[in-house]
């Protein structure tokens, strides 16, 4: 099996060494000197109790370089550049490849369709707390990942197969024959956390010490979006997202916070934006989300 990762950061990194690790033909694609440092010394994933090194196949940043079509097709970029991903991924997806999306979002199957209408795709959300440090390096804190992915209806035999894959490679693995509720329950911790983490400029524990008030308002409010938009989701979705803020290290931080601390480009528009603009449509009130995406977007425009 030919397995492709697009986005090597720490979701799309931690992947593809767990699959490299295991045995399995990865091919990533990077840039820059996160490239140049995979081809020297492997995607290095930094655990508390070990550092372990793996090196993929290959890894290149223009996908055409590979010079073969893949069995699957993982993207792990950001919201904001998965349309670009998308489109340079084309030489290598023939009409069998499956792709799999699990970046942040609950929509990224729609944008995977319009490029590929005829391809099985299958949403997907991936559980872990890793993030880049330098170069080659993904430092985990999560002691082990949890993936889901699917469909709405009947699953594809091609996606069973491709969970026993990941289960070799020891993740653990669900998949779904309700995937918008699967990936909306994700969305319910990512969006209220990048959300909060950011407004506040404070890690994960600080928000669930320091502004648990805030932190359920706005997950009832993403519940109550969810909710509208087709995911059978209730309140102990909302306790379950709690019970996981509270087992993660407090100074855990958020992608989306990370990305605003560091001056990038952010996945606000992704995760907060989405919010609000689907609560307009169904008339629903969100105020903690308004609020925190409009003092968000003035400092990014500051």
């Known amino acids: 099996m030919k397995i492709a990762i697009v986005g090597a950061g720490g979701v799309g990194g931690y992947l593809a060494a767990k699959l490299a690790d295991a045995g399995a033909d990865v091919y990533v694609v990077a840039r820059g000197k996160h490239l140049l440092a995979i081809r020297e010394t492997g995607i290095c994933l930094q655990m508390p109790e070990e550092t372990h090194c793996v090196f993929p196949k290959a890894v290149e940043d223009d996908p055409k370089e590979f010079h073969t079509t893949m ?92 969970a026993e894959i990941l289960r070799k490679a020891g993740l653990k693995v669900k998949v779904s024959d309700d995937i918008t509720t699967d990936v909306w329950k994700k969305f319910l911790l990512i969006s209220a956390m990048g959300t909060l983490t950011s407004c506040y400029d404070a890690p994960m524990g600080a928000i669930l010490s320091e502004h648990r008030k805030e932190l359920e308002e706005i997950l009832h409010e993403i519940l109550a979006v969810g909710k509208a938009e087709g995911a059978k989701l209730d309140e102990k979705d909302i306790d379950r997202v709690i019970d996981q803020i509270s087992r993660v290290p407090y100074e855990a931080p958020t992608s989306m916070w990370l990305d605003f601390k560091a001056g990038k480009k952010t996945e606000l528009e992704q995760l907060s934006g989405y919010v609000v603009r689907k609560a307009k449509e169904h008339g629903i009130d969100v105020p903690v989300v308004t609020k925190c995406y409009e003092r968000l977007k003035k400092r990014i425009s500051a």
Do not use: W
């Open 71 to 162: 069995d699957y097709l993982f993207f792990c970029v950001k919201g904001y550049a998965l349309e670009a991903a998308a489109e340079i991924v084309k030489p290598i997806v023939s009409p069998s490849t499956v792709l799999v999306p699990l970046g942040n979002g609950v929509d990224n199957d729609r944008v995977l369709r319009r490029y590929y209408p005829e391809n099985i795709i299958a949403n997907g959300a991936i559980y872990i707390v890793s993030h880049l440090v330098e170069p080659g390096v993904i430092e985990v804190q999560s002691k082990r990942a949890y993936i889901v992915f699917g469909v709405d209806g009947e699953v594809p035999k091609p996606l069973m197969e491709l």
